[in-house]
């Protein structure tokens, strides 16, 4: 969702919104309560960390009672997940954002009332000791935790990101990655392409295929490795067509793929060009790019905020 969509959310729930970090969070009945969108399109994740009888929330000791909370109060096609202290709704939103906005407000309201009800307390999702708690975003994720664990995983956080800095990158090695990212991804389009399709999905995954290749092999994200990637992608997508023409004269022809593949390549080198070959071959670049530089943007951005440590509100 765009950040206004998330604000205006916010405002609906009488709970405030942190843009960086695209959280929604307040105090409900003593509660600090953190919501932000989950992993699929329209859904929506709502945590909190608490402990029961001095015990954390997924205990053994405490299954009956969450038991009772799914039967009771969680909503239909939502999900509950406990991880040590940190308890977890994954809710689906709405069509319309006021009806969002009333299902986050009911779901909210059930949540804290069974907290509350059952005298769960509030406690530090990373310690599990009761007292004052907070928002902090650490690299790309938001936890609710104490000042003395922020400052212990920060100081873990630093750690990661000066022996990241430290690191060398090595640009023949991540090269050679980008290009086998580049041969994945292109296969992926190649394969929709040869279902007579162009899908942004297809770009996505060549993007994210590359540039992670990259990454893994040099050990380390650059302007100049996005760079590199970006050349193998536009090559990529380019022979994916070519490909995708070979097979298509093998399959009317019945001649030999690479008999194919070297004729297609020699008409259009002496300027002869198949019907709607620039047609088809911009139609494939334009959503594949377009994919590609989403999973760039995407990539990029979580690679500028992987030292990020600071706290929220």
Excluded at 33 to 52: C, G, I, M, T, Y
Excluded at 202 to 224: D, H, P, Q, W
Excluded at 235 to 259: C, S
Aim: charged share 20%; net charge negative.
């Amino acid at each position: 969702m765009k950040p206004e969509e998330l604000q205006a959310i916010a405002s609906g729930l009488g709970l405030q919104f942190d843009e960086e970090s695209g959280s929604i969070y307040g105090v409900q009945s003593g509660y600090l309560l953190l919501l932000h969108e989950a992993d699929v399109k329209n859904q929506f994740r709502l945590s909190v960390s608490v402990s029961l009888n001095g015990n954390p929330a997924d205990s053994e000791e405490n299954e009956l009672v969450w038991d009772d909370f799914k039967s009771e109060s969680l909503p239909n096609l939502s999900t509950l997940s406990i991880n040590q202290y940190t308890v977890s709704i994954v809710v689906k939103g709405a069509m319309r954002k006021s009806k969002t906005i009333e299902k986050l407000q009911t779901l909210i309201r059930d949540f804290v009332d069974f907290l509350e009800s059952h005298h769960f307390v509030q406690v530090c999702g990373y310690s599990g000791q009761e007292g004052p708690v907070s928002l902090y975003q650490l690299g790309e994720s938001v936890f609710i935790i104490n000042e003395e664990s922020y400052q212990f995983l920060k100081s873990n956080l630093q750690i990661e990101m000066d022996s990241y800095h430290s690191q060398k990158e090595n640009v023949l090695l991540g090269t050679i990655g980008a290009l086998l990212g580049a041969l994945i991804g292109g296969a992926v389009a190649l394969f929709i392409a040869r279902l007579g399709y162009v899908a942004v999905a297809a770009g996505l995954v060549l993007g994210i295929c590359t540039i992670k290749g990259y990454e893994m092999f040099a050990r380390k994200l650059s302007r100049k490795g996005i760079l590199i990637s970006v050349v193998l992608m536009v090559v990529t997508v380019f022979l994916v067509n070519q490909i995708d023409l070979a097979m298509e004269v093998v399959a009317q022809l019945g001649v030999e793929f690479a008999y194919a593949f070297r004729v297609v390549n020699e008409l259009i080198a002496s300027g002869e060009y198949p019907d709607n070959y620039f047609f088809n071959l911009g139609m494939l670049a334009v959503f594949t790019l377009v994919g590609a530089g989403i999973s760039i943007s995407s990539v990029w951005s979580s690679h500028k905020t992987k030292g990020t440590a600071r706290k929220i509100g």
